[in-house]
């Protein structure tokens, strides 16, 4: 018993790691706070809970029927890639563009926790891939627990961002700002190329 026990914790272990690694949350971190900086503490905490809530929702929900779903609907994980690069791609273009009306004009605080941050930027295409393929190594139930792990790391990161914002300062916050729009927009670029790429070698595959 206690030797699967240990067996059990170093497998959630190794799962966990490629799961980090796909997050990437503090490549991340720029750019969620570039979306909460002009708000108060309740709306960041409130952005924070839909984002975690909305992330953890689809990585399961892909987890267990995504597969499934794809299969149904007739789209692959490069499309999902491409289709979430297009929507991050428009809103980092409004960001840039953007002087006085920012993206929480178009978008309130729900939205913002919903899209962009709980899905493409916390768990995109590259988590969910991550996930399937940890599946057929390690089980679901490993899988799941290593995906929870993460979602809380996820979330002591973002619970510290008001003390950067504060650090940071109004101009600085909105220097960063632009600068994690380039980046976001560098992120969606990279995302449609990935996609195209992958869907290109997938049909040539086939062919051959």
Do not use: C, Q, W
């Amino acid at each position: 018993m206690k030797t699967i026990l240990i067996t059990s914790i170093y497998h959630i272990f190794l799962a966990s790691i490629p799961i980090l690694v796909a997050i990437d949350i503090f490549g991340i971190l720029p750019i969620y706070i570039d979306f909460v900086k002009d708000s108060d503490d309740i709306e960041e905490k409130h952005i924070r809970k839909n984002s975690l809530i909305t992330a953890f929702t689809v990585g399961l929900g892909f987890l267990f029927l995504g597969k499934l779903v794809f299969l149904i609907m007739g789209i692959s994980i490069y499309d999902f890639e491409i289709a979430g690069g297009i929507l991050l791609f428009i809103i980092s273009i409004k960001n840039l563009i953007s002087e006085k009306e920012g993206l929480k004009k178009s978008l309130n605080n729900a939205d913002l926790g919903v899209v962009p941050i709980g899905v493409p930027l916390i768990v995109g295409p590259g988590v969910l891939t991550t996930l399937l393929i940890l599946v057929g190594v390690y089980g679901y139930i490993i899988v799941t627990i290593a995906f929870f792990i993460n979602i809380l790391i996820v979330y002591f990161v973002l619970k510290n961002t008001r003390v950067l914002i504060k650090i940071l300062g109004k101009k600085g916050s909105n220097a960063a700002g632009k600068i994690a729009a380039l980046l976001l927009a560098a992120y969606a670029i990279m995302m449609v190329r990935k996609g195209i790429a992958n869907t290109i070698l997938h049909y040539l595959k086939i062919i051959k």
